[in-house]
């Protein structure tokens, strides 16, 4: 099949961002809307299934004909529809689904169902095209860290196709899942990420020392028996992060240190917007250590993961995304020690690293060219895996 003007409109619905974006040939984004629920479900203190769908009922048209409007194309400009098939919420996923389904089908063109993930993925190559880079070397390791996601991936291309091998996970507990509720417990906002990550610099980071729950690298009994199996095949590098968030949650009890988040919590619902130094006005010496002690915690595992899966998978460089991604002790660690190894790290710009559109039509690229597409049986996969 010809690719045309390599134009795909790109919707993702997966979670608590309805949104719509146009990008040529997965690497130039004519547009990139997100409706943020953010506000809506800080409410509640997370997600809210129901919420979450009538929101994205309600944003879908207005948010892909701004898309469309935008990137200055028409639906007959298009190429290819994509959308993201899972993982993430039931509900969720249907509207965007239901809804790429009907525009693909009524205008005749391809539809391309998207793995959420393998689109954080390529947030980050899109932008390395776009600023002109080199592509990077391939085989890649891909750490996808997220709210609802910790993963080390291996990708490979093999022809158009990318194709991707999971070598670690959490166990319990995504990375970004900890930071809000270690953020919630601390009497600070939602989603915690934020916040932790602008208090953390303000407190002293070997203060508190955790001992972290090391998942020792496992091999996979069946390799271990053959005689010479290649460089990390069976090799996994699992998380866990449940662990520390109990171990913060006993550090305030034990320390007495209930009542000054009571103080702090109300305090901060009472602020219209409250901002970083707010919160920081409403935290003493031992709850700013704290959380800096938690943050570095959390990224020294993430970091130490990740660079023994790349060695020990002969990856030729570190592509790092997804929600938490935007954490800056995070990006300086990984940034230094790639430095320090002679290992390429890229990073999506802060923008691109929370849940879009762009991600899953640049994603959706490579199936486009591989002419790897749905059909009309698609539907939401909540659980849905990659590699
Ligand atoms: O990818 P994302 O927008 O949504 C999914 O979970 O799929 O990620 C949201 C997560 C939340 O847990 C949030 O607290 C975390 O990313 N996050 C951060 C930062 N910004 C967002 N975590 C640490 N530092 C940040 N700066
Ligand atoms: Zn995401």
Same mark, same amino acid.
């Given at each position: 099949m ?7 409109l790109?919707?993702e619905s ?5 949104a719509?974006?146009v990008?040529?040939?997965g690497?130039e ?6 409706a ?11 997600v809210v299934?129901e919420l979450?769908?009538?929101e994205?009922l309600?944003?879908?048209v207005p948010i892909?004909?701004e898309a469309m409007?935008r990137?200055?194309?028409s639906f007959?400009d298009?190429?290819?529809?994509a ?10 996923l249907l509207?965007g689904i239901?809804?790429?389904k009907a525009?693909a089908?009524?205008?005749g063109?391809?539809?391309?169902g ?8 390529h947030?980050v190559?899109m932008e390395?095209r776009?600023?002109?880079?080199v592509a ?6 891909a750490l996808v860290?997220?709210?609802g ?9 093999a022809g158009e196709s990318?194709?991707?091998?999971n ?7 995504a990375?970004g899942? #900890?930071?809000d *509720?270690?953020?919630?417990l601390?009497?600070?906002g939602?989603?915690?990420g934020p916040w932790i990550d602008g ?7 070997k203060a508190v020392?955790?001992?972290f729950?090391q ?5 996979n009994p069946?390799?271990?028996n053959?005689k010479?199996?290649?460089v990390?095949e069976?090799l ?6 449940s662990g520390?968030k109990?171990?913060?949650l ?6 007495g240190?209930?009542e000054g ?8 619902a009472a602020?219209?917007a409250? #901002?970083i130094a ?5 935290c ?15 990224v020294?595992n993430l ?11 002969g ?8 929600g938490?991604?935007?954490n800056?002790?995070l990006?300086?660690r ?5 430095? *320090?190894r ?7 710009s802060?923008g691109m ?5 762009a991600?899953?039509?640049a994603?959706?690229?490579p199936r486009?060219?591989a002419?790897?597409?749905a059909?009309e049986?698609?539907?939401a996969?909540p659980q849905?895996r990659l590699?």
């Open positions: 010809g690719s045309g003007s390599g134009l795909i790109g919707i997966s979670c608590d961002e309805t719509a974006a990008v040529r040939r690497g984004a004519l547009s990139n809307v997100v943020s629920q953010m506000a809506l479900h800080a409410n509640y203190g997370g299934p979450a769908s009538r994205h309600r944003n879908i892909v004909r409007a990137a200055g194309v007959a298009l190429d290819a529809v959308v993201t098939e899972g993982p993430g919420l039931a509900g969720a509207v239901t809804y790429a525009l089908f009524g205008l063109k391809p539809l391309i998207v793995n959420h993930l393998e689109g954080h993925i947030a190559l390395a776009q600023r002109g880079e990077m070397e391939l085989p890649l390791l860290v997220s709210g996601h910790t993963h080390l991936y291996l990708a490979k291309q990318w194709r991707y091998q070598v670690g996970k959490t166990v319990d507990d990375a899942e #900890a930071f *509720k270690v953020a919630k601390l009497g600070l939602y989603p915690g208090l953390a610099k303000l407190g002293n980071a020392p955790f001992t729950a998942i020792k690298p496992r091999v069946a390799v271990v053959r010479a199996p290649p990390g069976g996994r590098f699992d998380f866990s992060f520390i109990t171990a913060v006993r550090y305030v009890e034990s320390q240190m209930r988040v009571e103080v702090r919590r109300r305090a901060l602020m219209v409250p #901002a707010d919160a920081a006005g409403l003493d010496e031992q709850t700013l250590d704290l959380i800096a002690s938690f943050q570095g915690a959390v020294g970091l130490r993961q990740a660079f023994a899966a790349a060695e020990a998978f990856a030729r460089g570190i592509v790092v995304s997804g938490v991604a935007a800056r002790e990006r300086e990984f940034l230094g020690e790639g430095l *320090k002679g290992l390429p790290v890229a990073f999506p802060v690293s929370t849940d879009n559109a991600m899953i039509a994603a959706a690229w486009f060219l002419g790897e597409f059909d049986a698609m539907g996969v849905m590699g």
